[in-house]
């Protein structure tokens, strides 16, 4: 069962036929690319959890995946269908960044500082507690970017507020310190307990913006040995201690160059730019095969998540100087040292 069935998934749709599934198909977009393409295909909104349990129920549904930050629902019908995944509290923690903080200083993992802050008065006296020069404001239950944006001053700190007050369902926020570095998506998968890496992907963004809209994406990484492992084992850690059965894993870090900071974690892959197309070409990592032929078959052929450096990969966005999130952003171009260039439209 695929959630969320927009051009990018299409190559997952193609690689779970070639398995033996039979596809589920779903999007609230009745024009979605992939309800052309499922065995089964429902127009229905990812929110909509007793919907897609009982869709998944008729069909008995051996996997449930989205590429989306949706996990909650991924781990409700999990739950009732007795299939292996992981905890929903992590789903929550997914969603909601607050839950996601708690979760990891729980387990002791490196992290900015930052304040959660409900009105102006607490995010301005929260500002000044961070120094007061360099902060970044977001809301916590919006991703890919959406509801997150630099401060400067006092007066962008304003801006933003009321900008993310208008975007965000809630009504906390998170003000957390500005560290300059480099950004970084980590890929992992853990089955039956074992964690197993899955690639990493180096990311910039479009310069002299307040907002963090990607620009490119690069693999393999330009990390050394050591670090790449700290990534690594910061995301074991953290997937030993959610207690994740089966699960695909997918971390964001920031990296100063004396230490990694967890931003985001979540179980599924990172965008399908990089599982699908940047990692298998570059680092020789079939891991949405290896994830799909176990939850068919029962057995990992770990031949699919050995790490061999064939070729570079790079992903360009299609940006302007007034995008502020990654949804504004409509075709990304793949480009690979050795092989054919991919164009990716999103809509």
């Given at each position: 069962?695929?959630?969320?069935?927009?051009?990018?998934?299409?190559?997952?749709?193609?690689?779970?036929?070639?398995?033996?599934?039979?596809?589920?198909?779903?999007?609230?977009?009745?024009?979605?690319?992939?309800?052309?393409?499922?065995?089964?295909?429902?127009?229905?909104?990812?929110?909509?959890?007793?919907?897609?349990?009982?869709?998944?129920?008729?069909?008995?549904?051996?996997?449930?995946?989205?590429?989306?930050?949706?996990?909650?629902?991924?781990?409700?019908?999990?739950?009732?269908?007795?299939?292996?995944?992981?905890?929903?509290?992590?789903?929550?923690?997914?969603?909601?960044?607050?839950?996601?903080?708690?979760?990891?200083?729980?387990?002791?993992?490196?992290?900015?500082?930052?304040?959660?802050?409900?009105?102006?008065?607490?995010?301005?006296?929260?500002?000044?507690?961070?120094?007061?020069?360099?902060?970044?404001?977001?809301?916590?239950?919006?991703?890919?970017?959406?509801?997150?944006?630099?401060?400067?001053?006092?007066?962008?700190?304003?801006?933003a507020f009321e900008e993310c007050q208008g975007l965000s369902n809630e009504n906390e926020y998170i003000l957390e310190e500005f560290v300059d570095g480099t950004c970084?998506?980590?890929?992992?998968?853990?089955?039956?307990?074992?964690?197993?890496?899955?690639?990493?992907?180096?990311?910039?963004?479009?310069?002299?913006?307040?907002?963090?809209?990607?620009?490119?994406?690069?693999?393999?990484?330009?990390?050394?040995?050591?670090?790449?492992?700290?990534?690594?084992?910061?995301?074991?850690?953290?997937?030993?201690?959610?207690?994740?059965?089966?699960?695909?894993?997918?971390?964001?870090?920031?990296?100063?160059?004396?230490?990694?900071?967890?931003?985001?974690?979540?179980?599924?892959?990172?965008?399908?730019?990089?599982?699908?197309?940047?990692?298998?070409?570059?680092?020789?990592?079939?891991?949405?095969?290896?994830?799909?032929?176990?939850?068919?078959?029962?057995?990992?052929?770990?031949h699919l998540l050995v790490q061999s450096i064939v070729d570079t990969a790079v992903c360009s966005a299609e940006t302007t100087s007034n995008l502020k999130s990654n949804?504004?952003?409509?075709?990304?171009?793949?480009?690979?040292?050795?092989?054919?260039?991919?164009?990716?439209?999103?809509?």
């Open positions: 069962m695929l959630i969320g069935v927009s051009r990018p998934s299409l190559p997952i749709i193609d690689m779970a036929r070639a398995i033996g599934f039979e596809v589920v198909a779903t999007d609230i977009n009745p024009a979605a690319a992939g309800l052309q393409c499922g065995d089964h295909n429902y127009t229905v909104s990812a929110r909509d959890v007793q919907s897609l349990t009982r869709i998944a129920l008729r069909h008995d549904v051996a996997c449930v995946y989205s590429g989306t930050d949706i996990n909650f629902t991924v781990g409700v019908i999990n739950k009732a269908l007795h299939l292996p995944g992981f905890p929903l509290v992590l789903g929550l923690a997914s969603e909601y960044k607050t839950i996601f903080r708690q979760l990891a200083a729980q387990a002791h993992l490196p992290l900015t500082r930052a304040h959660v802050v409900r009105t102006k008065e607490e995010a301005a006296r929260a500002y000044s507690e961070l120094g007061g020069r360099h902060a970044v404001l977001k809301a916590i239950d919006l991703s890919s970017s959406l509801g997150i944006r630099k401060i400067d001053s006092p007066q962008d700190l304003d801006a970084h998506d980590v890929n992992g998968l853990v089955i039956a307990g074992r964690f197993y890496r899955c690639g990493i992907v180096d990311r910039s963004f479009v310069r002299d913006s307040q907002y963090f809209v990607q620009k490119e994406a690069t693999c393999p990484t330009a990390l050394d040995e050591h670090t790449q492992y700290q990534l690594y084992d910061t995301m074991a850690t953290f997937s030993d201690f959610l207690g994740i059965e089966t699960s695909p894993v997918k971390a964001d870090f920031l990296y100063d160059g004396r230490q990694p900071y967890l931003l985001e974690f979540a179980p599924r892959f990172h965008g399908e730019m990089g599982f699908l197309h940047m990692i298998p070409g570059a680092l020789g990592i079939g891991a949405m095969e290896a994830y799909l032929q176990y939850r068919y078959c029962g057995e990992l052929d770990p949804y504004d952003v409509a075709k990304y171009t793949i480009s690979f040292g050795r092989r054919q260039d991919i164009e990716v439209s999103i809509r």
